[in-house]
């Protein structure tokens, strides 16, 4: 009796996924171990999200490539950062096409070759072009590779719980930045100790990608099926597509999509020109700082983004897009002001606690997006609408070399922040104008 009491305890929240009144204890069970399974392919996804997701530390990985390469400008190395970004793009994109082709599997060994080639010519490079072939052509791609294809198999698990599912994993894909950043700062010396720091990540990337390709999979009709919401439970026999459903050609139609696009791009790049540019911030804001409290202070970023994505995920299932979208907001317009505040008046704790918020602010960004492409053009299409909508980033990225530009211009990044107010406000007046199709 007590056994059968703890199952129904924890299978309840499956429940309501299941059109039928009466559930045999075989149901249950079944229940149960699908409940099991789909959470395995969530914690697997987020350990593949957590190594893909180091390319966000170029923050951090960049200082001793600085340090050694003095002739370098700091817009030549946040180029680096600009071409990741844009490959990372690419690599979601042709990896959603290639998912309806092959297996995806096959993806994630792509993926892993990918990361190992980058790594290994960012570890031998002594010139930007071997820089920006390494780390922003073959990682970028790399990465971008991964993360659609977890994306697009392990949210099929939860389609009664796409915003929260979405929060997850790609909080695993934010945080990565900040344990691989931290790994790195405590192993790399002075020089070219780069070099072979470089290379050990990229074998360990090499190596977990190679793991996650055994274990990821997408899911049966069957598990989809076994948690679906009842208004998709209760489909008719053979229907695939839900009401709404679009395909690429249809959704770029939209005057939603390009208007919500937009306003991505706007965030994205407010939130990328802060994590590109934090290391140079708080030496401007602390010059004495030891290179580890540089690298906790941006790593910060890296924590905040994960909880971020989360937090937003959940925030998007319950309060909807337009509340979401305003709060996304409002942090944003809060951490800009406290890091214009921290700039002027030289205090190192406001930049830190502007750091955070950008951190939540940017978070929230990528998981809204995977909830907005699930909720106004269906799920169907996913695996290749939503790489387009993160598209994005290939025009944002540029707002880290965008930071660097005006850093070598101004000496300072107080030129940064205030142009990130103006593209926040024009954000705000784009986000009250998106209607659902």
């Known amino acids: 009796m007590k056994s059968e009491v703890s199952l129904s305890l924890i299978i309840q929240p499956?429940?309501?996924c299941i059109s039928t009144e009466d559930i045999s204890r075989e149901d249950k069970e079944f229940l149960y171990m699908k409940q099991k399974n789909r959470w395995f392919h969530a914690a697997i996804g987020v350990f593949v999200l957590l190594f893909a997701g180091l390319i966000y530390a170029w923050s951090v990985l960049s200082r001793p490539i600085a340090a050694y390469f003095t002739d370098w400008t700091s817009a030549g190395l946040s180029l680096t950062f600009t071409i990741c970004m844009m490959f990372f793009c690419l690599g979601g994109f042709v990896s959603g096409l290639l998912s309806e082709k092959i297996n995806i599997k096959i993806n994630l060994v792509i993926s892993a070759f990918l990361f190992l080639g980058g790594f290994y010519i960012a570890s031998r490079m002594n010139s930007l072009p071997a820089l920006y072939?390494?780390?922003g052509v073959l990682a970028g791609t790399a990465s971008g590779f991964a993360y659609n294809t977890v994306m697009g198999s392990v949210t099929k698990f939860f389609p009664d719980k796409p915003g929260l599912i979405s929060g997850i994993l790609l909080m695993g894909f934010g945080i990565g930045s900040?344990?691989?950043?931290?790994?790195?700062q405590a192993y790399t010396g002075s020089g070219e100790a780069f070099r072979t720091?470089?290379?050990?990540?990229?074998?360990?990337?090499?190596?977990v990608l190679l793991i996650g390709a055994v274990f990821i999979r997408k899911p049966s009709q069957e598990e989809m099926k076994a948690f679906a919401p009842r208004s998709e439970g209760n489909n008719q026999e053979g229907s695939e597509v839900s009401f709404g459903d679009m395909n690429p050609g249809q959704m770029v139609k939209r005057p939603s999509f390009w208007l919500y696009f937009i306003w991505s791009v706007l965030l994205s790049a407010a939130g990328l020109a802060v994590i590109a540019q934090a290391g140079g911030m708080v030496e401007e804001v602390s010059p004495t700082a030891s290179a580890g409290v540089v690298s906790t202070a941006v790593g910060l970023i890296s924590v905040f983004n994960?909880?971020?994505r989360v937090l937003f995920g959940g925030t998007y299932d319950k309060a909807g897009r337009v509340r979401t979208m305003i709060i996304n907001e409002i942090l944003y317009f809060t951490a800009v002001a406290l890091m214009i505040l921290s700039i002027v008046t030289g205090n190192f704790a406001v930049l830190v606690i502007g750091f955070i918020i950008t951190g939540l602010a940017y978070g929230g960004v990528p998981t809204t997006?995977?909830?907005?492409?699930?909720?106004?053009?269906?799920k169907r299409n996913y695996g290749v609408n939503f790489p387009i909508?993160?598209?994005?980033?290939?025009?944002?990225?540029?707002?880290?070399t965008i930071a660097g530009l005006l850093y070598d211009k101004s000496g300072s990044y107080l030129s940064t922040l205030i142009v990130l107010v103006c593209a926040l406000a024009v954000g705000t007046?784009?986000?009250?104008?998106?209607?659902?199709?």
């Open 197 to 207: 720091s470089l290379w050990t990540m990229g074998v360990i990337v090499f190596v």
């Open 389 to 400: 909508m993160n598209m994005n980033l290939f025009v944002a990225s540029f707002g880290s």
């Open 369 to 378: 997006n995977s909830a907005f492409v699930g909720d106004f053009y269906g």
């Open 429 to 437: 007046v784009i986000a009250e104008r998106i209607k659902k199709p």
């Open 306 to 308: 994960g909880v971020g």
């Open 14 to 16: 499956a429940m309501h």
């Open 178 to 184: 900040f344990v691989i950043g931290k790994v790195y």
């Open 133 to 135: 072939l390494g780390y």
